[in-house]
C-alpha cells in the first residue's frame, strides 16, 4: 500500500512538472489545471450543420447566384438550370388552363340570351305553321266528305300538315336544348378536364422550381462546388453550394468509447485550436449520440487508430463566435 501511495505520489509530481513545462512554452490554459474532464479532437460546424444543396433534375447550369461567403435569406435563388423547354411547358400549361377554364364556363352558363331568343322565335313560327296546316288538313277532309273537292288533294293537305308537326317538334327540341340548365353528366366532364388542366399547370410550376436552388434558411455560403456552364446529374452526389447558419457554431466531438460514461447534456466544455493561441471558446454539451461510430476527425499523427470506436458529442458555442467552419479543435469536457 504504501508502495502504491508512492506511485500516485511521483505520478501528480510529473503532471504538475509538465504543466509548468507547458506554461513555459506559451500554451498556459489550453489543458485545466484542476478537476476531472474529457479531451476529444471536433471539428467546427454550423448549427444547421452544413448543407450541401443540389438539383433535382440534371442538366447545365445556367447561372451561379451567389458566391463563397455571401449571405442569403431563406428561399433566395442560389443557382438555376437552363430551363428553356421547362418554361415552355409551363406556358402551355396556362393556355390548357385557360381553355378549359373557359370551357367549364361555356358549360354552367349554358347558351346565351340570344340563342334562347331565337330558338323560342322559331318554336313559334314552328308552331303557328303546324297550327295553319292542321286547320287545313281539316278543312280539306271536310271538303272531300262534300264531294267538293277531290282525295288527292286532301292527302296532300294531310301530307303537309304531319312534315308541319314534325317542324315543330324538332323546334321544341332546339329551344330546350338551349333554354335547359347544363346536364350534370357535361358540367361534371367540364370540371375533371379543369381539373387535370390545373394538375398539370401545377406539375410545370414544379419543375420550374426543381431547375433552381434556393437558399432553405438564413445563413451564409460556406462553398460553391459548382460553376455556370457545368452540367449536373443526379446520378451520383452533386452538390451544387454548401450553406450554413453559422450564428451560432458547435464543434462535433470524438470522444473515445472508454470515456463514454462521462459525458452528460448540460456538462461545461471548451475548445481551443493552434491558430487562436491560449484562447478558449466556451460552451456547453447540448448532444450526446446514442451510438458508438468511426472518428470523424483525422490527425496528422501516422500511428493514429482509424477503427476506434468513439461517442459523437456536440458542444455549443455562444452566439456571435467567430471560427472558420470545418477547423479541427481541441475539446475539453468539465466533469465538475
Known sequence: ?????????????SLASADVAAQGQGVTGRIPQTGRW?????????????MRLGFDIPGRISEMLVEEGDRVSRGQPLARLADADIQARLEQARADVASAEASLDKVVAGARAMERVEAAAVLREASSVAANARRESERRSDLVARGVISREEADRAEKDFLVARQREEQARQRFHLVNDPSRAEDVRKAEAEHARAVAQLEEARAYVEKALIRAPLDGVVLRKHRRAGEMVSTNFDSPVVTVGDVTVLRVRAD????????????????????????????GRVIRVARMLGRKNVRTDDPAERLDTKILETLVEFAPGEEIPVGMRMDVFILMD
Open 255 to 282: 470522444v473515445d468509447e472508454k470515456d463514454v460514461d462521462k459525458v452528460r447534456v448540460g456538462q461545461r466544455a471548451y475548445a481551443v485550436a493552434d491558430a487562436y493561441g491560449d484562447r478558449r471558446f466556451e
Open 1 to 13: 500500500m504504501k508502495h502504491a501511495a508512492l506511485v500516485v505520489t511521483l505520478l501528480m509530481a
Open 38 to 50: 474529457v479531451a476529444a479532437a471536433g471539428r467546427v460546424e454550423p448549427a444547421s450543420e452544413e
